[in-house]
């Protein structure tokens, strides 16, 4: 039986504070933006809300590179700001989660520069450095370029992300005391619990080997050295007991690295996190270890049975954290359909993939904007790209031999800045996001998504969002979609069915993936359809979703 908890009950909205809605016009969105928000967000009817870092950063990485994890950032407000956001927020009966970035700190840190200026200092212990590394590993790290970076005095220092993310050192008892002492202090403040970042990239085989280069750049993949190593345990299990072990907190990592048949050593009420996101089928598209640009055919045969394996994992052990979308993601309407067929069916798209998504066992994260059906912008010139990651593909996608138009092509398929484009809010300048000039361009692909006119429209992709909602957090068949047991079908190859079972009773979701008409069951009672005419008849139009009961 499966235990009841506040958070599996809870449907999660996850914000990018910078591009979400700035209240003072200086074209950033900040704590006050999101707090002034909060009413359309208890309208939609999300429970919990999971905000991208807004902490004190010289924001190279957008926020996950952390001078000061005691301190907003100004551009985003200060720490009263932050109050009132939580506390406006439990009014409104959201429970608020923080991303929690671990792995590593900005090379602005006190700690960093401190390490830095002085080899004697015990911040040089913090972090990971080598005076010779002739012998170690040459890692790519995760935006390109060696994990290796020389500092001024000749020695070298290591990083996972980027150059100015350098890694923190686990290995030191002080430096993790100070991080629970922080950790501690966010969690007296009221709220509700950490999405763990990269948490998986805390532990790293320390004798740094060396291994063979696998790509043009002379370096080679981290994945099996610096993700998900071996003794990590100890360190998750000290980390939740001196911390949000202490109370009914959630944690959902950000965890790399952890083959499906793991997941329960990781996740579950007495191990190491309340969920875990799963990659393996939003990252569908990506050649592990390769460059964007290097795209990988999948069928949609291959995304079922990596959504189902990773369904029947979690179901087996723990709960899962389900979504299709977040801040590192392109939107998905151009990920997972074809694009001839996005004209004409975007909105039934962006709701297929809704329903897809939002029934599955486990809690639903929406991610700002994909209520509304928003959708990937396009980059005319590598100038116009905002994200590191992007930048680092590109350039690595041109060592490789690719021409500059396939580099950008690769970032316009994957750049992580199509869901960081301002939240659009209305019709006015900037979609109303900001009325100053915003720190990121607007989108230009779908203008005529906005919040105030799918409010008013009962078949908008929002409208759709919130019956999902209703129908799965206040209807009779709460219970059966929140806890019920889930169980795929198989119809048609094109169709992803399943039902959810509990006590006798059966909800049925099925999602037609493609842009056929396709021969289907009847369906007895339809609670939710894509399409403004439930058919109920024995077929699926394209991209047709339903929920029902037979
Ligand atoms: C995670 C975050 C991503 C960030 C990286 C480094 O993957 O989701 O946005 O760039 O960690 O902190
Ligand atoms: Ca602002």
């Known amino acids: 039986m499966t235990e ?61 590179d952390i001078s000061d994890y005691y301190q907003v950032n100004p551009e985003f407000g200060s720490i009263e700001d932050a109050e009132e956001l939580l506390q406006c927020a439990k009014r409104y009966g959201i429970r608020v989660i923080l991303d929690m970035v671990l792995n590593h700190t900005s090379d602005q840190h006190p700690w960093f520069r401190e390490a830095c200026a002085d080899k004697n200092s015990k911040y040089r212990d913090y972090y990971i450095f080598r005076d010779d590394i002739s012998k170690a590993s040459q890692f790519r790290s995760i935006f390109g370029g060696s994990t290796w970076t020389r500092t001024e005095d000749g020695s070298w220092y290591y990083h996972t992300f980027a150059q100015q993310q350098p890694d923190l050192n686990w290995e030191n008892p002080g430096l993790r005391k100070e991080l629970y002492t922080m950790i501690n202090w966010w969690l007296d403040r009221g709220i509700s619990g950490f999405r763990l970042d990269a948490i998986t990239c805390i532990q790293k085989d320390m004798s740094f080997p060396r291994v063979e280069a696998d790509g043009a750049d002379g370096l080679c993949d981290l994945r ?72 990988r055919r999948w069928s949609l045969e291959e995304f079922k049975e990596k ?54 066992r486990g809690t639903p994260f929406i991610y700002q904007g994909e209520e509304l059906g928003m959708r990937n912008t396009c980059f005319s010139s590598i100038d116009e790209v905002n994200d590191v990651n992007s930048l680092g593909q590109y350039e690595r996608a041109l060592e490789e031999g690719y021409t500059r138009q396939e580099a950008l092509d690769a970032v316009n398929r994957r750049s992580r800045d199509h869901a960081r484009y301002p939240m659009q809010w209305n019709g006015d300048l900037n979609f109303g996001f900001s009325e100053g000039k915003p720190w990121i361009q607007c989108g230009q692909t779908c203008g005529e998504l906005t919040v105030e006119r799918e409010s008013v429209d009962g078949q908008s992709v929002l409208s759709y969002y919130k019956k999902m909602i209703r129908l799965r957090n206040h209807s009779p068949y709460s219970e059966v979609l929140i806890y019920g047991d889930l169980e795929e079908i198989a119809p048609d190859p094109d169709i992803i069915c399943y039902k959810r079972i509990r006590g006798g009773e059966e909800v049925r979701v099925a999602v037609n993936m493609s842009g056929k008409t396709l021969p289907f069951a009847e369906m007895r009672q339809v609670l939710l359809s894509n399409y403004e005419d439930p058919s109920g008849a024995a077929l699926l139009r394209p991209y047709e979703a339903a929920v029902w009961v037979e």
């Open 307 to 360: 959504l189902f394996r990773n369904q029947r994992f979690v179901s087996e052990t723990g709960w899962a954290a389900n979504y299709l979308e977040n801040h590192d993601q392109p939107r998905s309407i151009s990920k997972y359909f074809q694009r001839k067929d996005i004209e004409k069916y975007s909105d039934q798209m962006a709701k297929a993939l809704g329903t897809l998504f939002f029934f599955l």
């Open 224 to 295: 099996n050295y610096g993700l998900n190593v071996p003794g990590i345990e100890e360190k998750l299990r000290e980390l939740k007991k001196e911390t949000y072990g202490r109370g009914d907190y959630v944690t959902v990592a950000e965890a790399p690295g952890i083959p499906g048949e793991r997941l329960e050593e990781y996740i579950g009420e007495d191990v190491f996190f309340s969920m875990i996101f799963d990659f393996s089928y939003t990252d569908i598209d990506l050649e592990p270890g390769s460059p964007w640009a290097k795209m």
């Open 4 to 64: 009841r908890k506040w958070w599996k009950e809870a449907v999660f909205y996850q914000i990018y504070p910078k591009s979400f809605y700035d209240a003072n016009g200086d074209g950033i969105g900040d704590l006050k933006g999101i707090t002034q928000k909060l009413p359309y967000l208890k309208e939609l009817g999300i429970t919990a809300l999971r905000i991208c870092p807004f902490y004190q950063s010289p924001m190279v990485d957008n926020g996950y």
